[in-house]
């Protein structure tokens, strides 16, 4: 490798850790707790995985869950980037390998939603593994499998699915029973998730205050592997529809999105 390209190299590399997206593999790495309510009037912290901000992505103040600001998330037919129809904000650095993690936000369905197909309002997607050669192109690259953890809204109910391959969609499964929901109404998610790449792994989830993942016997935590690799997850929410072309353009309404250590520290 000549002088300029080992130069080139090195600052490719250290662009990557500047930007966060090149995870440690080390176990039991601190995280950053994050609080994106949007009382600041703005998205500012998250990443973005939307064709247009100003269209898909607006701040409301109403419905607010708490405080005075909510985000007013919309997908429309023709919102297609990065392999899929989509409109998500991203929270990198949040899903390290062997880390204990609690995750939680609000959401409430327009009353004019339309839809009855599948749409993930959040998901746990797969990072590449830089050990073995995989990259960030230079932004994520679909795996060809859904992603380890999604909840999924479907003709009015909820499905909290998990994914047992990163390179097929035939492995997907349900965790627990489906959860019907309604229309205008705010729904407060909290899941608690211990990162790993065996069956240590588990996942517990509540919607307002009260468990979806099914009693084991002692709690309701449910042991399954949730990583792919040691490079780990990160979390996304929103609208991903895949390659499946929405009808009607859609909006859910996003308020309260917390990481944290504890359940009240990100519970609404």
Not at 91 to 111: E, L, M, P, Q
Request: aromatic share 18%; with cysteine.
């Amino acid at each position: 490798m000549n002088t300029f390209l080992r130069v080139l190299y090195t600052i490719s590399t250290l662009f990557f850790f500047a930007c966060g997206k090149v995870p440690t593999t080390e176990p039991n790495q601190p995280f950053i707790p994050f609080i994106g309510d949007f009382e600041n009037g703005t998205i500012s912290g998250f990443h973005y995985l939307v064709v247009d901000t100003t269209k898909n992505t607006q701040i409301v103040t109403y419905p607010a869950r708490k405080g005075k600001y909510a985000l007013k998330n919309t997908l429309k037919p023709e919102d297609y980037i990065y392999n899929g129809y989509r409109t998500e904000l991203v929270i990198y650095n949040c899903a390290k390998y062997k880390s204990d993690v609690f995750y939680g936000f609000s959401f409430w369905v327009d009353t004019n939603y339309q839809d009855t197909s599948y749409n993930l309002i959040c998901q746990w997607q797969d990072l590449p593994y830089y050990i073995q050669g995989e990259v960030w192109e230079p932004s994520p690259k679909l795996q060809g499998s859904p992603p380890p953890i999604a909840l999924i809204y479907v003709n009015e109910t909820l499905e909290l699915k998990m994914n047992d391959s990163p390179s097929t969609n035939t492995k997907t499964f349900l965790v627990g029973k489906p959860l019907t929901t309604e229309k205008g109404k705010w729904y407060d998610l909290v899941a608690h998730i211990y990162w790993n790449e065996d069956n240590t792994a588990y996942q517990e989830v509540w919607i307002n205050g009260k468990p979806i993942t099914p009693f084991n016997g002692v709690d309701h935590k449910y042991y399954h592997r949730n990583l792919f690799n040691r490079a780990g997850n990160y979390f996304k929410f929103g609208q991903y529809r895949g390659k499946e072309k929405s009808e009607h353009t859609n909006s859910i309404y996003f308020d309260e999105v917390k990481i944290g250590s504890t359940y009240n520290e990100v519970a609404p």
